[in-house]
């Protein structure tokens, strides 16, 4: 291949890619608009959850907990919520002080939302 066929090669790979970015961050960028949290993947709410499992480690509040996981916008109540994260959580190995965290935020907010209370 002579030299000038790959300087053009070269040339419409840089006149490619940059038309590609142009249109893609310029022209027409993704825009998202009003997206809740209620649209993250499943491994990304059960991370969520269990972000919120372990500031509960800390705060030992279960009704803070339970508005922390309604910004969701999930349907179902906080401890079904925290059950599904926990159930993906064993699912998919995560550490056992993970699933640990994920087992008493659970079990506090049932209790919480039974009207019970955390000895």
């Not at 006149?15 to 022209?27: E, K, M, R, T």
């Not at 993250?40 to 803070?64: C, H, K, P």
């Not at 508005?67 to 919520?81: F, I, Q, T, Y």
Request: glycine content about 6%; aromatic content about 10%.
């Amino acid at each position: 291949m002579s030299p000038q066929r790959w300087a053009l090669f070269a040339f419409s790979i840089l006149v490619g890619i940059s038309l590609g970015l142009l249109y893609g961050w310029v022209i027409s960028p993704v825009e998202y608009v009003d997206t809740s949290p209620d649209s993250l993947r499943a491994d990304y709410r059960a991370d969520y959850v269990l972000m919120t499992a372990e500031i509960f480690a800390i705060e030992q509040d279960a009704g803070l907990a339970a508005r922390r996981l309604a910004l969701l916008g999930s349907a179902l109540p906080p401890h079904e919520v925290a059950a599904e994260s926990l159930q993906f959580a064993q699912t998919n190995q995560y550490p056992p002080q993970d699933v640990t965290l994920l087992q008493n935020l659970t079990i506090a907010l049932q209790l919480h939302d039974s009207g019970g209370s955390l000895p």
